[in-house]
């Protein structure tokens, strides 16, 4: 698909600009970040193979190649208008976004804006390959970039698709029923997405209830994988770095073994677990006690919860929560499983009312933590850069 000659801001169609000569290449750079706009991680710091503001970018991997255009270099602040703050973290805030001129009530986006200012070299590069997988990445399950500016001296800007509807946990956690086939198709549109990142060598290492989100407020169906900020490509072998969210993260990934694609489906595992029990199956306040727990793959399926779930949905669990990588399931495989290919009407009687209320618990948990760790982070941030309001 060739891209548009010319930049109209009021068209988003004219927004892509590159080209993919072939979709079965991919970058062999691995990035990692720090921090984001949104959650808490852990990770380390690596070369990588991301566009660094050149007319064209190629990158190559496996048997294919990609050739990339930059995008258009327009000043952000000609084209948009910032709206409200919908989150922030240490170096990055995202506001909702409209195109300047555009009619009241028009389309709206997500902007990233991340500060140029005391960003580690690392860190950037780790944002520039966000860039480049998001680019890549063209699936009714995945946000959508639409845009990048680099050419402000103070920040970046990366023109999203607006998700409106929020997280999806907290989607769930305000209904009032809430069954084993509601959680399954909802796995089933997880699954599909990752596959097809898979499928294209890219393993996203941070899937964790707060990169699901949904596209509108008053449906449901719209889910899609959001935050690509430590993914990278595998096509050119495994990766090492350690990177990723404490209570998803997988065991090799703790022990610093080489791994690939495998390393999402144990956080798929986790995510399900979460979504049927109500709580994840790895939880301790003390991390080193934590991560002992995610290595041995101590996990169990408490009665009072799990009684009503069905046997095919804890077999599926169990099949991704393998401590060996080699035997866990992939995301083909799990997409077959017969859990997910079994009818509605027998899983719409298994009602899940108990352990929604364990998740509404979870959740409220959940999000008083990251809001706790984004207070420090902002106190850490201003320290660094002699800033005084951050208290």
């Not at 000569?21 to 852990?42: C, K, L, M, P, W």
């Not at 845009?147 to 956690?173: K, S, T």
Request: hydrophobic content about 35%; glycine content about 10%.
């Amino acid at each position: 698909m060739d891209a548009p000659d010319a930049f109209d801001p009021n068209n988003p169609n004219t927004w892509w600009s590159w080209t993919a000569r072939d979709v079965r290449g991919g970058g062999g750079g691995v990035v990692q970040r720090n921090d984001s706009a949104a959650g808490s991680n852990f990770g380390s710091s690596a070369g990588s193979n991301s566009g660094s503001g050149n007319a064209v970018a190629t990158l190559s991997g496996g048997d294919g190649k990609h050739s990339f255009r930059e995008f258009h270099s327009k000043r952000f602040s000609r084209s948009f208008n910032l709206g409200k703050k919908l989150g922030e973290g240490a170096f990055a805030e995202v506001f909702e976004a409209t195109v300047k001129g555009d009619r009241p009530g028009g389309k709206s986006y997500a902007v990233k804006r991340t500060v140029r200012r005391g960003l580690a070299k690392e860190d950037e590069k780790g944002l520039l390959e966000e860039v480049r997988i998001l680019r890549l990445l063209q699936h009714s399950n995945v946000v959508a970039i639409y845009q990048f500016f680099q050419d402000d001296p103070d920040y970046y800007y990366m023109v999203l698709e607006n998700m409106a509807g929020g997280e999806l946990f907290d989607r769930i956690v305000q209904k009032s029923y809430y069954n084993e086939e509601e959680a399954r198709d909802l796995c089933r549109v997880l699954l599909d997405s990752v596959r097809y990142c898979h499928e294209l060598g890219i393993v996203h290492r941070d899937l964790k209830p707060e990169n699901l989100l949904l596209t509108s407020k008053h449906d449901d169906a719209g889910i899609k994988l959001a935050d690509f900020g430590f993914a990278c490509s595998v096509l050119n072998g495994p990766v090492s770095e350690q990177c990723g969210s404490p209570g998803y993260v997988a065991p090799e990934i703790l022990r610093a073994l080489p791994y690939g694609t495998s390393v999402d489906m144990w956080s798929v595992g986790v995510i399900i677990y979460t979504l049927l029990g109500g709580y994840p199956p790895f939880h301790d306040e003390n991390q080193t006690r934590l991560f002992r727990r995610i290595k041995a793959g101590s996990f169990k399926f408490h009665d009072e919860y799990w009684s009503n779930t069905s046997l095919e949905a804890k077999d599926l669990i169990r099949k991704l929560l393998l401590v060996d990588p080699a035997k866990r399931m992939t995301a083909t495989q799990a997409a077959e499983h017969p859990w997910l290919l079994t009818t509605g009407a027998s899983l719409a009687g298994h009602n899940l009312g108990k352990n929604l209320d364990q998740l509404r618990i979870f959740n409220a948990t959940r999000k008083l933590r990251g809001a706790i760790q984004s207070v420090i982070a902002a106190k850490k941030l201003g320290k660094s850069f002699g800033l005084q309001n951050f208290s």
